[in-house]
Structures are given as structure tokens and as C-alpha cells.
């Protein structure tokens, strides 16, 4: 019986584009249906761009960024962010930094000006820069080394699967690193990357355009034009033999397994990458999907799974080479061979039977709400707009993505999951050093 | 050393006037039945925003995680993977969640499926039915997620914390413990859903891009058979804390401390709940307040540190958290107290006041542009017996606290000697250093 498929419903943000004479680019889009705004400058370098004998750099520079610029004494950016009502952050990605605010839209222009102050250059000195290497450590010692599964898989898995340094490298960074940097280091940095050429603007939300294009000219106008730096290929063949390492995990409670297999390059084959984001979904999201109704309801063989697509999990903000990434949690004694000899099945299952009916379609819906969801949120849609003009100079792929995900075939599924053999797999194990 | 060119120092924008508060179109109903439902219209995305809130007090706690753990597994006529299946196929998807308050499933899904969804709710809350072999699987499940969560820093400081704060009261515990999990059969489940899944005292929050009126019959129509004659239990009030020495809970090992101070403090309702909210942020609420501007901006002791009143049904308590480096972890104490006992003995500047009260403000506009904010805000609101138009309430009461107030609320609650602190962390490195600031008593970690 024919199932009857959901509608998948679209937005219809507006988009603007424009593009200062320093070479900065600007989205705007505008939207007055709550009084707050999304502010969001995008840098177009990440983790992969850190030079060697500096990983974690891009993050610890991140910080520094923080920590006062040309017109603020240190501490200011906060204040002026917070007084105003709004929150801030910063985060740094595979390929591209990101910082923003989200606050009272009556804070707008308070905010390019901050934005366009550090963009004009940062207060580097070796007294912030001493601090924040302490910062950076605490935040390596909370999210990694003083809890279990610290930096599983993102961090433990693409040493497995990638041979050159950009790729496989701890993006976090190694204390020895973070502490031979150099105020240098950073001065150069950011002279290099942080160029009005390499950067986004994205303001979102309660704008007028022309009065916020007008803003945007006169704050960030006179930022000195700096081109973006050429920016190499981080490509690296594909995997030809199975590659698996474990390690112990000395807090862990229970075994766990993370796999990956490279997957088109998501900007440059579009369409050849997004049944793999769909796959990702028919294949963990949720009690009906195929991993989790097998190895978590029927086999047992673990107690949680999931899919997704790049190793921070941001699939549409990612360039080549990435993944498609299955990762595990066994109950304690686990047959980690046997969940991956299950896994295989599934795909082997999936690639040659095709799908059920109506389980392309629901997975399609379901990921249209998380899709609407995210764009929800007036900074989401700053971001995403940001990094989608920054890697395609398409913005208004945002309104799009439901849709596209919408029109995946069921071949194309099928054919990705094809594509995911064991002798293309990296995978990496947790051995349990804190079972009791 | 400086990247910066030497030019004419620019001045800061001023803000653009203020937006007034502006609360969405909302309707209310209480069925027949005793659920209250309250929609709220946010049409941004064509999504419809779920939250169901039942008062759930005084329930068995391996019990209560199981029922939570396996309600969704199954009813008289689906099981777990076509109930996953059939809300997916309106974009939508349920989840179960407990804590000593209250039972809540919540989710999301596309508006042309919220009928669907509330017709799979009920299906749900009235006939549930606890499969064994679910249950079998869900119990061991809960049990692995219990040892991930007891292998956490933040998980054990916060185990400890609650032990010594809540005493004897139903808060004190609230993980449990995996042999009783293992012990919970699917006939305790029944009967306990029996007892308490019922929609007297519910509240049931729809928010997104539908009517009010037209969800409120929606869930009316789907909801209106839902019933039950079980009973709410009554929690009784949290106990004040006691000031103590300071405990220390050993993790062997650990290369950070998990330092905890719990500090009295007041409902949402309370007159002093504003001028507490606002003393809050100046000390550790926010990140450009005293306390992170300290241990972290100047000193580099720890990454997030953070304070926050947390309310519950049965009382309200300020928890300030931070993971600090071992060696660290005395100078950590040491700035702690000292920025919470100067703040409660000295005024804040006036200047400091108006920042963190434009933050808490504005931070009110940000939470409601959300479905998903306005949402979970109406029905944390609802669970203590508000309604979205305390919001103004509380803005207006926020805006005008005085520097007197907040230096009154900063006496009255962010005094260093009420507090209650727990740290675990190394004992071995980090109990010398702690006895020098203050009294400790040092208990052995694990549960």
C-alpha cells in the first residue's frame, strides 16, 4: 500500500548580497517578526589551515579575538555585547571560524561596531595571550581529558582515516603547542587569514535593509581591503583498505566504535553528497530507523547509535574531504566485531533491497522539521547564511535544503549505501579502562 | 607588541530605543478532564512546538526512569518502531523525560501533522502498555546510561551536591540506582502509569504557526478521553541549607576540581526573586560578571564558570559551578568567596547594575523569539503556575530594582557563610589546599 508522503514545506527568508569595496562580503536577511537580530562575521579558515607545530591555533586565536581590539580595552566586547541585552560566542570549525551575537535589535549597530573594531585588528599581547592559553587549557581538561569519551570520535577518529597533517591533526591542540605560541604567531595569523577579502557579514532578523546596508558601509567601509589568501586543497586519496585502531579510554564505562567512509565533496557535488546526509537519517534517526531497530531493539549489541555527517556534525557547512560517521556505544563487554559485521549487513541489506516503503519519505519529513527548526532561531540563520555564502556564495540555500533533501531518490540512498564497504572504512575503538 | 595602526579612537554606537515587551497571541482551556492546554501562535516556521507537563512527585525513582524510559514503547495497537515511524511521517518525533517534579514528553513536528501527533499522544498516555521485551531492553539501557553518567565530573559533583543540600527530601536523590532499575518489571510499570499518567493538573503547551483556538480543539478532541482517577502527591517544602564545612569528595586522579556553592533563594513569585536575579548575574550569572571576569579573564584558573537559581516545584536554590585546574583549586575557593562575600557586604556600582539589568531583559526578548524558546518557557512558567504574562510582570520588576535592592538581595542570599560547597576533585592534592581557606570534611567518591 502506497503511503501518502508529507508535504515538505519550505521558507521564504529574504536574501541581500552585497559586496564592500574592501572585499567584505554582506548577507542580510531580514525578517521583523520579533524585535532581536543575528550578527555573524565568518572567517574562512579553520583547523585545516593551522600551520604544523601549532595545532590548536585557529582556537586559541579564536579566543583572542575576545580579548580587546583597536577601540576596546579588554573585557569591553563582553560588556557592550551583554549590556546591550544580547549574547555572544565564537566557534572554530574544520574550515572556518565563526563570531556572533544575538540581541535587541535596537543593539544593531553597536554590534557591527564591535564587529567591524576587531575585524580592523586585535589587541595581541603576550598578558591576553598567556591567559588564554590557560583558558583553552581548562576548556581541553573539561570537554577531554577529565571526562570520558573526551574528543570521541571527532578527534580520535580522522588520525585513522586521513595521512596528512591539515586533515588528521588534533585540532584542539597539544599543550606544547598551545604554549610555545607566540604573540608573533598570532600577529601573523592573522594578518594572513583574518583579511576583509576572506571574511562574511550575515545580519539576520528585525533590520531594515537599505538603513542596515547604510551601518554596514559606514563601520565596516574603512576596514583596510586585505584579499583572502589563496586556500589549498586538503584533498587525500581515498581509503583503498580497511583501517581500525583502539585505545583505552582510562574513565570509560562502557566499549564504544566510531566509523567513517569519505563521501562526495559537499560543495563541488552537491547532489552527489546529499543522499548521504539522508542515508545518515534512514539509518539512525530515531526507533524506526534501520541502526537503531537492529542493534539497539533487536540485536541488543548496543545501547545507543548514531549518523551524521562531518566530524563536527555540520553538514552543509563543511567542505571536501569529509565523512559519513556511524558511532556506537556497546553495553559493557560488547562485540565490537560483531557490530560492525552488523552494520555491514544493514548496508548490504539496504543496497541491494532498497528501501521499505514510505521510510524515504518520513525520514524526509523528519528532517524538514529539524531543518525549519534550526532556521528558527534568528542566529541560526545568520550563521548558516554566513557559511553558505562563504563556501558557495549561495545563501539562499538555506530556504532550499527541505526541499533538496525532500527530492533525494530512493536509487540515490541506495546507491550511497552501496558506496559504504568495509575496505573504505576507518573506524576507531574505545576500550572500556573505567568498566567495573 | 600590536597588529593595531595608530588611528583616531572610534566611540561607541548608542542602542537604538527600546522595543517594548510585546507578548504573542495566546489562549487557554481546561478540558473536562482537568488537562489544561495553552497554545501560543509563533508563525515563523510552519512547525508546531510540543510540551506535555505532568506533576510526577514522589514517585519511585527507578520506577518513575523506567516508566519515562519505556512510555513511548508501545500501545494496544503499535509498537515502539511504528509509533517512531508513524510520527515521523508527519515530520514529528516524542520524547520522554523525568525529574523529581514532573513527566514531560515533548517534540516537534510540521504543522499539517499536529492532529496526527496529539492522536499518537493519546494513544500513548491512554494505553501504553510496557511491552516486556521493551522493558527488558529499555532496563538495561537505563542502566549503561546511569554508568556513563556516574563516569562524569559534573554528574558526581552535582550527586553530591543534591545529597547535601536536600538532606532527606525526595531532591536529595535523583539517579537511580541500577540494581533497582534492573528490578522494575513492566506490571509496576503499568500500574504505576495507572496511578499517575493522568491529566488532572497536566498542562499541555502547543506553540507555533496554528490558531490558537484551532489547537486548542485539536488537543481537545484528540485529549478529551484521556482520563484516570489517580492522585498528585504533594512535595513538602525543600529544607533550608545548612552551612557546614566544606566537603570534599575524592576522585583520584582528576586533573580539574568541581567546585560547588549552593545558596539560598527565592520562587519566581518572590519579591526579592528580581533583585536576586540581578545580584546573580553580577556576581557569576553571566560572562561579564565579577566571577568569570575574575577566575577565568584575569586569572585563568577555569573555562566556564557559571551561577544560576535554579527553581523547582518544591523550593529554589542558586547553584554556582566552575571546573577549575587541581592545582589551582584553593586560589579558585579562595576568589569565590571573596567576590560572593564582597558583593554581599558592598553596594554594586550603579553602572554594573544597569548592564546586567539590560542583559536580563533583553535576554527575556531572545527567549521568546522562538518557537522552541517560548515553548519550553510557557511550560517551565506553567509548572509553577504562571502564565506567559508574568513575563511583563517580571520585566517591569526587573527594570526597576535599585542598587539598594540588589545590595539587599546580595546580603540576604549570596553570603558566603549560608552557602553550601562541595568540591570533588584530587583530595589528595587539593585538601591541603582547601584547609587552609576553610574547615573540610573529605568522603571517598564513587556512589
Redesign the interface.
Known amino acids: 500500500m502506497p503511503t501518502r508522503r508529507a508535504k515538505i514545506p519550505a521558507t521564504r527568508y529574504p536574501v541581500e548580497r552585497f559586496t564592500l569595496d574592501n572585499g567584505l562580503r554582506v548577507v542580510l536577511t531580514p525578517d521583523r517578526s520579533a524585535p532581536v537580530i543575528g550578527v555573524a562575521v565568518v572567517y574562512d579558515v579553520g583547523i585545516r589551515s593551522e600551520p604544523e607545530g601549532r595545532t590548536g591555533f585557529a582556537h586559541l586565536f579564536e579566543h583572542l579575538m575576545f580579548q580587546g581590539s583597536e577601540n576596546l580595552e579588554k573585557l569591553a566586547h563582553f560588556r557592550h555585547v551583554q549590556g546591550a541585552g544580547g549574547t555572544f560566542n565564537g566557534s572554530t570549525h574544520l574550515d572556518y571560524t565563526d563570531y556572533y551575537e544575538t540581541l535587541p535589535s535596537n543593539a544593531l549597530e553597536r554590534a557591527l561596531f564591535l564587529e567591524a573594531d576587531r575585524m580592523r585588528g586585535p589587541r595581541l599581547t603576550e598578558e591576553n595571550l598567556r591567559n588564554q592559553v590557560d583558558v583553552v587549557k581548562e576548556e581541553i581538561r573539561v570537554n577531554v581529558l577529565n571526562r570520558p569519551y573526551g574528543g570521541f570520535p571527532w578527534l580520535t577518529l580522522p588520525p585513522v582515516m586521513f595521512d596528512t597533517f591539515p586533515n588528521a591533526h588534533d585540532g584542539y591542540g597539544s599543550f606544547d603547542d598551545l604554549e610555545s605560541a607566540t604573540v608573533v604567531d598570532a600577529a601573523d595569523f592573522f594578518r594572513r587569514y583574518y583579511a576583509s577579502g576572506n571574511a562574511v557579514l550575515a545580519v539576520s532578523g528585525d533590520i531594515d535593509v537599505a538603513g542596515a546596508a547604510e551601518l554596514i558601509e559606514r563601520h565596516f567601509g574603512d576596514v583596510p581591503a586585505r584579499p583572502a589568501p589563496e586556500r589549498p586543497s586538503f584533498d587525500e586519496p581515498d581509503l583503498t583498505a580497511e583501517r581500525r585502531t583502539s585505545y583505552t579510554d582510562a574513565l570509560a564505562p562502557l566499549p564504544a566504535v566510531a566509523s567513517a567512509w569519505r563521501v562526495p565533496d559537499p560543495v563541488g557535488d552537491f547532489a552527489g553528497y546529499l543522499p548521504y546526509v539522508v542515508l545518515a537519517e534512514v539509518l539512525t534517526d530515531g526507533d524506526a530507523s534501520r541502526l537503531v531497530e537492529r542493534l539497539v531493539l533487536r540485536d541488543r549489541t548496543v545501547t545507543s547509535v548514531g549518523g551524521y555527517l562531518s566530524f563536527m556534525g555540520d553538514p552543509f557547512d563543511v567542505r571536501d574531504p569529509t565523512a559519513l560517521l556511524l558511532q556506537a556505544h556497546l553495553p559493557p563487554g560488547g562485540d565490537v566485531d560483531k557490530v560492525l559485521r552488523t552494520v555491514d549487513e544493514e548496508l548490504d541489506r539496504l543496497a541491494t533491497d532498497g528501501l521499505a516503503d514510505g521510510e524515504l519519505a518520513r525520514t524526509q519529513a523528519r528532517m524538514a522539521t529539524h531543518l525549519l527548526r534550526d532556521t528558527d532561531a534568528v542566529l541560526g540563520r545568520a550563521l548558516r547564511m554566513a557559511v553558505l555564502e562563504q563556501q558557495r556564495g549561495e545563501p539562499g540555500l538555506l530556504n532550499e535544503l527541505p526541499r533538496l533533501v525532500g527530492e533525494v531518490t530512493e536509487e540515490a540512498v541506495q546507491a550511497a549505501a552501496a558506496t559504504l564497504r568495509p575496505e573504505r572504512r576507518a573506524s576507531i575503538e574505545v576500550i572500556a579502562g573505567g568498566a567495573r | 607588541?600590536?597588529?593595531?595602526?595608530p588611528?583616531a579612537?572610534?566611540?561607541?554606537?548608542?542602542?537604538?530605543?527600546?522595543?517594548k515587551l510585546?507578548l504573542p497571541k495566546q489562549a487557554e482551556r481546561t478540558l473536562g478532564n482537568g488537562l489544561t492546554v495553552i497554545a501560543v501562535r509563533?508563525?515563523?516556521?510552519?512547525?508546531v512546538e510540543l510540551r506535555l507537563w505532568m506533576p510526577f512527585g514522589r514517585v519511585h525513582l527507578a520506577r518513575g526512569a523506567m516508566l519515562a524510559q519505556t512510555l513511548?514503547s508501545g500501545t494496544e495497537t503499535m509498537t515502539?518502531?511504528?509509533?517512531?515511524?508513524e510520527?515521523?511521517?508527519?515530520?514529528?518525533?516524542l520524547s520522554a523525560g523525568i525529574d523529581p517534579d514532573r513527566l514531560m514528553l515533548s517534540g516537534?513536528?510540521?504543522v499539517?501533522?499536529l492532529d496526527r501527533t496529539l492522536e499518537i499522544l493519546a494513544d500513548v498516555l491512554t494505553g501504553a502498555t510496557y511491552p516486556a521485551d521493551?522493558v527488558a531492553?529499555e532496563r538495561?539501557?537505563l542502566i549503561?546510561?546511569i554508568?556513563?553518567a556516574?563516569?562524569?565530573?559534573?554528574h558526581l559533583a552535582r550527586t553530591a551536591l543534591l545529597k547535601r543540600i536536600y538532606g532527606k527530601h525526595p531532591y536529595a536523590v535523583q539517579t537511580p540506582d541500577p540494581e533497582q532499575v534492573g528490578a522494575v518489571r513492566p506490571g509496576v510499570l503499568r500500574t504505576l502509569h495507572a496511578q499517575r499518567v493522568h491529566p488532572a493538573d497536566a498542562v499541555l503547551v502547543l506553540v507555533g504557526d496554528v490558531q490558537p483556538d484551532r489547537a486548542l480543539d485539536a488537543a481537545e478532541k484528540a485529549l478529551a478521553g484521556w482520563n484516570g482517577a489517580g492522585h498528585v502527591a504533594e512535595l513538602p517544602p525543600t529544607p533550608p541549607l545548612e552551612p557546614g564545612p566544606l566537603l570534599l569528595v575524592d576522585r583520584p586522579g582528576?586533573?580539574?576540581s568541581s567546585l560547588r556553592v549552593a545558596l539560598p533563594a527565592v520562587p519566581r513569585t518572590h519579591p526579592d526573586h528580581a533583585a536576586l536575579q540581578l545580584a546573580n548575574l553580577i556576581f557569576g550569572g553571566?560572562?561579564?560578571s565579577r566571577w568569570v571576569?575574575n577566575i577565568?579573564?584575569?586569572?585563568?584558573?577555569?573555562?566556564?564558570p557559571h551561577s544560576l537559581v535554579e527553581h523547582s516545584v518544591a523550593g529554589s536554590v542558586l547553584v554556582a559551578a566552575a571546573?577549575?585546574?587541581t592545582e589551582v583549586t584553593g586560589p579558585a575557593l579562595l576568589e569565590t568567596t571573596y567576590e560572593l562575600g564582597r558583593l554581599a557586604s558592598v553596594p554594586p556600582k550603579a553602572e554594573e547594575l544597569?548592564?546586567a539589568r539590560?542583559?536580563a531583559?533583553?535576554?527575556l526578548?531572545?527567549g521568546?523569539?522562538?518557537?522552541?524558546?517560548l515553548a519550553s518557557l510557557t511550560s517551565a512558567y506553567a509548572g509553577s503556575g504562571l502564565r506567559l504574562d508574568f513575563l511583563a510582570e517580571h520585566a517591569a520588576r526587573l527594570a526597576k530594582a535599585t542598587v539598594a535592592d540588589v545590595a539587599e538581595a546580595a546580603a540576604r542570599y549570596l553570603a558566603p557563610a549560608r552557602g553550601v560547597m562541595v568540591v570533588l576533585g584530587d583530595a589528595e592534592r587539593v585538601a591541603p589546599q582547601l584547609e587552609a581557606l576553610t574547615p573540610i570534611v573529605t568522603e571517598p567518591g564513587g556512589q
Open positions: 607588541m600590536t597588529t593595531v595602526a588611528t579612537p572610534r566611540t561607541l554606537p548608542p542602542l537604538g530605543p527600546t522595543r510585546k509563533r508563525p515563523a516556521v510552519p512547525l513511548l515502539a518502531v511504528q509509533i517512531a515511524a510520527l515521523q511521517k508527519v515530520g514529528g518525533g516537534a513536528g510540521l499539517t501533522g521493551d531492553t538495561d539501557r549503561d546510561r554508568q556513563v556516574q563516569s562524569q565530573p559534573a582528576s586533573v580539574q553571566y560572562f561579564s571576569e577565568r579573564e584575569d586569572k585563568g584558573y577555569t573555562y566556564g571546573e577549575v585546574a544597569e548592564q539590560q542583559y531583559l533583553g535576554t526578548q531572545l521568546m523569539s522562538t518557537q522552541a524558546g
